[in-house]
């Protein structure tokens, strides 16, 4: 039922595990079906330097969550922040119908992250300032 | 790729033995039973052996088994065929919260109708209380529906004492359980389990798929399910599916010749493997009851992982198994059976069903238990819900 694409990520996965010392965090649950998918990301000039992600879910959103990371690593923010999970999916080869939702996880997660970076980065600007 | 068939609860391969029972019956034997010349002759003869050996593999009288498309079609008479046939004495249903749902999704288009329907909670171990089942009776009750055992997660229902204490009552009350996972299993009697019907699957039992059973206790009234001809006593219109049914006949002859065999096997293998993977993966839940449960099957929750990865995972390495988890439903759900046992619905998505059949071997267990260990630990290094050691 899946592609092969998507077989792929979901047997060797890119860029598992977590930044200790990660300049952003997102964590989204999803309502569907009650998974969880955490991103990290190190931002360096703008750009995201390093990327991880830890999944709870299932092959469809262990594959879109490997893919989001491999597709928005060493891209800007804003260019990261274009990537939906349409993008996604279709990268993969596609989703069945049932699993589209899966894939809204991954951008999700990877837009709180960036979400979660700017909000330290604003708050660590002003401390600076003072 | 070496491959290991362990959903056996889902469904099995007809035996060879069966398959060359079925074959006549398609070709040289091709007759339609409601015929008076001998092509017909042959078909009707034909299906009543079968009656009898399925008859008799649940100590019925073969007047009281009529032959259905399945064990979905048999609930489904049952329940609808009882209630519309009773109602003017009542509208009430009780049934349990862990039922296949071919029982739960009757039950709950009867509701539409107007029908009430208790649906029972179970313990822990997925057990009807017999008082709860009392205690729930009104006025209005005309039909008890527990399952014999379930499905999922193995636990056998205490049938037999239910039966008992309907019986003591002052008025009727039907009882129907679905047996499609038990019959050929584990001794079944109608008699010892006080039922009233009882349902019945060919394809469980290494019969072909699309035959099936409903036992049906002298004296009951039930409404055909089907109008038609006047097949099986007029009960089940339609021209006779013979093959299947001389199928399911000789499965179920073969399925009594070696149930005791056959259960001391699959016992002991359920029980190697349920210890071998406690012992080889921590944070694990066996899911329902430890002893009262069929012999061949296992269920266990893999803590922080999610079941659909884990099949996947398995596939690849050749073992078929089956899940609960919300993610492998379709409806997205998690199983009904899982939550009914009172498991979160995080700890459900982890659960992973594995039931033995008569092909497996010890070997099979032990490739599984090497496997499994493995999945398990690659797919918590990846879940954000593991606590990671020395963690962050
Ligand atoms: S994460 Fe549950 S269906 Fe994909």
């Known amino acids: 039922m899946y592609s092969e694409k998507v077989m792929e990520h979901f047997t060797n996965p890119r860029n598992v595990g977590e930044i200790p010392d990660a300049d952003g965090i997102g964590e989204v649950g999803n309502p569907v079906c009650g998974d969880l998918m955490k991103i990290y990301i190190k931002v360096k000039d703008n750009v995201i330097e390093d990327i991880k992600f830890k999944t709870f879910g299932c092959g469809a959103a262990i594959a879109t969550s490997s893919m989001v990371t491999e597709m928005v690593k060493g891209k800007t923010i804003d260019e990261a922040l274009k990537v939906t999970n349409k993008a996604v999916a279709e990268a993969l080869g596609g989703l069945p119908p049932v699993k589209m939702h899966c894939s809204n996880l991954a951008a999700d997660a990877l837009h709180a992250a960036i979400e979660d970076y700017k909000r330290k980065k604003e708050r660590k600007d002003v401390a600076e300032q003072k | 790729m070496k491959r290991v068939y362990m959903d056996h609860a889902g469904t099995t391969p007809v035996r060879r033995e069966v398959l060359e029972a079925m074959l006549p019956y398609f070709t040289e034997r091709f007759g339609n039973a409601s015929t008076i010349y001998s092509y017909g002759r042959e078909a009707k003869s034909a299906i009543e052996e079968a009656r009898e050996k399925v008859a008799h593999l649940i100590g019925a009288d073969p007047r009281e088994v009529f032959f259905t498309a399945g064990g979905t079609e048999s609930d489904n008479w049952a329940i609808r065929g009882i209630a519309h046939a009773n109602k003017e004495k009542g509208k009430h249903i009780i049934t349990s919260s862990i039922e296949h749902h071919a029982v739960l999704h009757t039950c709950e288009d009867l509701e539409k109708e107007g029908f009430k329907v208790t649906y029972l909670p179970v313990d822990k171990y997925g057990l009807v209380k017999v008082e709860d089942v009392i205690n729930a009776i009104t006025d209005e009750t005309i039909l008890v529906t527990i399952m ?141 009851h430890p002893t009262q449960r069929l012999p061949h099957n296992v269920n266990v929750c893999f803590k922080y992982i999610e079941g659909e990865s884990l099949l996947l995972n398995l596939d690849m390495k050749g073992i078929c198994a089956s899940s609960g988890s919300a993610c492998t439903s379709g409806s997205l759900e998690p199983s009904h059976v899982l939550l009914a046992i009172g498991l979160p619905h995080e700890i459900a998505h982890g659960s992973l069903r594995l039931t033995l059949g008569r092909d497996n071997t010890e070997e099979d267990v032990d490739y599984v238990l090497e496997v499994l260990p493995g999945i398990v630990e690659k797919l918590r290094s990846m879940s954000p819900l593991f606590p990671s050691k020395g963690g962050n």
């Not at chain 2, 019959?183 to 699957?201: C, Q, Y």
């Open chain 2, 148 to 288: 014999h055992a379930n499905n999922e997660i193995g636990t056998i229902e205490p049938i037999a004492e239910i039966g008992k204490a309907l019986k003591k009552l002052d008025r009727k009350i039907y009882f129907h359980t679905d047996a499609v996972q038990t019959v050929g299993k584990i001794p079944v009697n109608v008699d010892e389990l006080g039922v009233d019907l009882l349902s019945i699957s060919a394809h469980k039992i290494y019969g072909p798929k699309g035959v099936g059973a409903l036992y049906i206790r002298k004296g009951t009234k039930i409404k055909p399910f089907m109008t038609g001809g006047a097949q099986e006593n007029k009960r089940r219109a339609g021209t006779e599916n013979v093959p299947g049914i001389v199928g399911f006949g000789k499965a179920a002859e073969l399925a009594e010749k070696e149930l005791m065999e056959q259960y001391e096997k699959l016992s002991y293998l359920r029980d190697k493997l349920i210890k071998g993977i406690m012992e080889r993966i921590p944070h694990v839940i066996l899911n329902g």
